[in-house]
């Protein structure tokens, strides 16, 4: 086979631009955006107590969710929450409130808490991602995420009471 000049140099620029090319994308295959992990930041304690009791059957870490972003981020983004640590969602507003799962990547049990401070339904084992509509089913002014579980193991029930105080 006899290649001209020309066609040589065409052939060595398509060469060099396939090699260039492969490696280039070779090596962004690599580059990968890194999260950082977003860290629980304990911000107050929170009991539950059930009714007639004054010693809690639950002691918790919380961490506060009161500003419009902090609401609608919640536990988005994080991997995992410790046993002993909880979100407490604060609303001004007494209402039907509901919550979905959408970019939290681990199990929750999730606490509807009335104006009163008692627990007026739960929805136990929400599943990761799922975008469905978790509701309140009655009018509460608080909402307290735990890690999936909780309500079974401790026995929660609707007329627990809770206390918390912010650090």
Do not use: W
Request: aromatic letters at 12%; one cysteine or more.
């Amino acid at each position: 086979m006899c290649l001209s000049f020309h066609s040589f140099r065409k052939l060595i620029a398509s060469v060099l631009f396939l090699t260039f090319f492969f490696t280039g994308c070779k090596n962004s295959e690599k580059r990968t955006v890194k999260t950082e992990e977003i860290t629980f930041i304990k911000e107050g304690e929170l009991s539950i107590y059930k009714p007639g009791t004054d010693v809690p059957v639950l002691n918790l870490n919380i961490e506060l969710a009161e500003t419009d972003y902090e609401t609608q981020t919640g536990l988005m983004y994080r991997t995992s929450m410790k046993e002993n640590e909880a979100m407490l969602f604060i609303f001004d507003d007494v209402a039907m409130h509901s919550f979905y799962m959408k970019n939290t990547e681990f199990p929750l049990d999730i606490l509807f808490i009335k104006e009163d401070m008692t627990i007026g339904s739960f929805q136990e084992n929400a599943q990761p991602l799922d975008e469905g509509s978790l509701s309140s089913k009655v009018p509460v002014q608080y909402v307290l995420e735990v890690n999936a579980g909780i309500v079974a193991e401790k026995g929660l029930s609707i007329g627990d009471s809770i206390s918390f105080q912010k650090l």
